[in-house]
């Protein structure tokens, strides 16, 4: 069964800073993994996919994420942090049959002036 | 916009009632998931529809049912309503086929049970 795991409920970033969002999969065969970003009282808009074309995937607002097989993980980043970036990110893994999408536990982002 | 439409926006309603939320799915996709997120529990997947039929089945309640129509809208109702339902109600939708093709979400229905 697939699942991920994101460590970290709730990240604060200096503006101007890194932004490292952390998600870890669990899956027995390839997946395929999301980004989406919630922003207050709105639905989840998709930020990037891996769909394994290309292990570093780059996404919308300057967001990123490397596939990284041996370590299981899939991390968002971005080089500089805007204070529009504040939301809840969720990252997702889609089951092998297609029918289902695992969600993690999402992280706040914080942006500090 | 995601071309995925839900209605109502909001909804407030009591202990005990019975209430339907509306999805439309973007104009071609097949498949519809509905979604609890709840500030204890996050995103909860509850079940999924592909052109009519139910595919996959997550943790959604006995008083819970949904159902996809012809034209693809699906509802989602919810009956003998508790305190704990308060939550956001989510629909997205994704094309047919492709393992690698993402959700679609709609804007969400916000329900308070009072």
């Known amino acids: 069964a697939q699942s991920v795991t994101q460590l970290g409920s709730h990240v604060s970033v200096s503006e101007g800073a890194l932004v490292l969002l952390r998600c870890n999969y669990s899956?027995?065969?390839?997946?395929?993994l999301f980004w989406y970003v919630q922003y207050p009282n709105q639905g989840l808009q998709l930020l990037l996919k891996y769909t394994s074309a290309a292990t570093l995937v780059k996404g919308i607002n300057g967001f990123e994420a490397e596939f990284k097989k041996s370590e299981t993980s899939f991390h968002l980043t971005k080089p500089s942090a805007h204070m529009s970036d504040a939301a809840e990110y969720f990252c997702?893994?889609?089951?092998?049959?297609?029918?289902?999408?695992?969600f993690g536990t999402g992280t706040s982002l914080t942006v500090i002036p | 916009d995601s071309g995925v439409t839900q209605t109502p926006k909001h909804l407030i309603t009591a202990t005990g009632q019975r209430v339907t939320l509306r999805c439309s799915p973007r104009?071609?996709?097949?498949?519809v998931y509905w979604y609890q997120q709840s500030l204890d529990q996050g995103l909860q997947f509850l079940i999924q529809y592909y052109n009519g039929e139910e595919r996959a089945k997550g943790n959604i309640l006995e008083r819970f049912s949904a159902q996809q129509f012809p034209d693809l809208h699906s509802e989602l109702n919810l009956s003998s309503l508790e305190l704990g339902d308060s939550a956001l109600y989510f629909c997205?939708?994704?094309?047919?086929?492709?393992?690698?093709?993402?959700?679609?979400f709609g804007p969400g229905t916000r329900l308070t049970v009072l």
């Open positions: 899956s027995s065969v390839p997946p395929y």
């Open positions: 104009s071609g996709d097949l498949s």
């Open positions: 997205a939708s994704s094309p047919q086929g492709g393992q690698g093709n993402e959700q679609f």
């Open positions: 997702a893994v889609r089951s092998n049959t297609g029918n289902q999408f695992y």
